[in-house]
């Protein structure tokens, strides 16, 4: 996070740290404050796609197991052993 202080100016100070180190460092707050903080840095969020459902049913038609199928699938896609078991249950 940066923790900008009196932003333009004379006394302008901007503090780059964690946030616990930012409470720890201003014990005594004056002034005007402007906090930026990181935002969420994980991938977007996988969707189950037409081609996922179509691997899940090759691997279906050639007898692998449910829980084999969706093992290989979600470490190949990333999408959740849940969202694939359900796609796996539509198939049927």
């Known amino acids: 996070m940066a923790a900008c202080r009196?932003?333009?100016?004379m006394h302008e100070e901007i503090f780059r740290s964690k946030v616990s180190d930012a409470l720890a460092y201003f014990t005594e707050p004056r002034g005007e404050f402007t906090l930026v903080i990181e935002g969420n840095k994980q991938?977007?969020?996988?969707?189950?796609?037409?081609?996922?459902?179509?691997?899940?049913?090759e691997l279906r038609s050639s007898g692998v197991?449910?829980?084999e199928a969706i093992a290989a699938v979600g470490a190949e896609t990333g999408l959740s052993r849940?969202?694939?078991?359900?796609?796996?249950?539509?198939?049927?």
Request: glycine share 0%; aromatic share 6%.
């Open 6 to 9: 009196e932003l333009t100016k």
């Open 82 to 92: 849940k969202e694939l078991y359900r796609a796996w249950l539509e198939q049927t």
């Open 65 to 67: 197991s449910a829980k």
């Open 43 to 57: 991938e977007s969020v996988k969707e189950m796609t037409a081609d996922i459902k179509a691997k899940l049913q």
